[in-house]
């Protein structure tokens, strides 16, 4: 009898352990598999993007622009504005809107953030910093990774009759950024992006149409900008690359 106890006792440990070795095989089989959908997400989202700088002009092309002047104008709640963006290799970025009588700059100089509105200062920090030092650099595409920015594949989705596929974008602090891709054409149509203010979270969106090229890079000539329900609709009047913008104007006066 006691012979036989003990033989249940093994014949219990036995299958004890032969379900845990189950479990744990199947929690290994679902980490592989896990991780193989994020490598598989990943790399679609490279080709996308790579199909994208390839359709503006490519790496080599994007990769010599060493300052970068864009006008823009255009309407907002009914009045005239003017968009002079100003950026320098790299990371670099001066931004000047007038509309009415009103007029705000925003610099960075490649490490601290200002704006400057109504004859006040505001130092931009915290996420709003963070998402301020990746617009400033010329074509962080080329290279997200390195910003500390996770790619992911979300999909295709439709947008006005156009088949695009969806780029998630996760900043270091959490931010999360949507780029949508021409599936055909490889040109971005859309953008998706959070912004950190000091009212709260803020989602923008971008969209983007009548590419044309300059100095052998393809730029978006219309823009509409959607955020808080107003929406700036601008045209694109000037693009000049590589004049040789000084240093001085962006730098920050204490």
Not at 15 to 35: H, R, S
Not at 176 to 205: C, H, I, P, Y
Not at 236 to 244: A, C, Q
């Amino acid at each position: 009898i006691f012979k036989l106890f003990i033989e249940g006792i093994k014949m219990k440990l036995f299958k004890m352990f032969t379900l845990t070795l189950l479990f744990l095989l199947a929690l290994v089989q679902l980490n592989i598999f896990a991780q193989d959908s994020l490598e598989i997400s990943k790399q679609k989202a490279k080709d996308a993007i790579e199909k994208y700088l390839t359709a503006i002009g490519g790496r080599d092309v994007l990769a010599k622009v060493e300052d970068r002047t864009t006008i823009m104008r255009g309407t907002a709640m009914g009045q005239s504005i003017t968009l002079i963006a100003k950026q320098k290799s790299p990371n670099k970025l001066r931004q000047e809107i007038k509309a009415g009588g009103m007029e705000q700059l925003v610099i960075f100089d490649g490490e601290k953030g200002v704006m400057n509105a109504m004859n006040q200062k505001i130092e931009v920090k915290d996420k709003e910093l963070e998402a301020l030092k990746i617009e400033a650099v010329m074509e962080f595409l080329l290279d997200p990774e390195s910003y500390g920015i996770k790619i992911s594949y979300e999909g295709s989705e439709k947008i006005n009759t156009k088949e695009t596929y969806k780029i998630k974008m996760v900043l270091p602090s959490g931010l999360r950024w949507f780029s949508f891709f021409d599936a055909e054409s490889g040109l971005k149509v859309k953008e998706e992006k959070e912004l950190q203010t000091q009212m709260g979270l803020m989602n923008q969106t971008f969209t983007f149409d009548d590419y044309k090229e300059v100095d052998g890079i393809k730029y978006p000539h219309k823009i509409v900008q959607s955020a808080g329900g107003q929406s700036i609709d601008v045209t694109v009047s000037s693009i000049k690359v590589n004049k040789g913008l000084a240093d001085d104007i962006f730098v920050i006066i204490e």
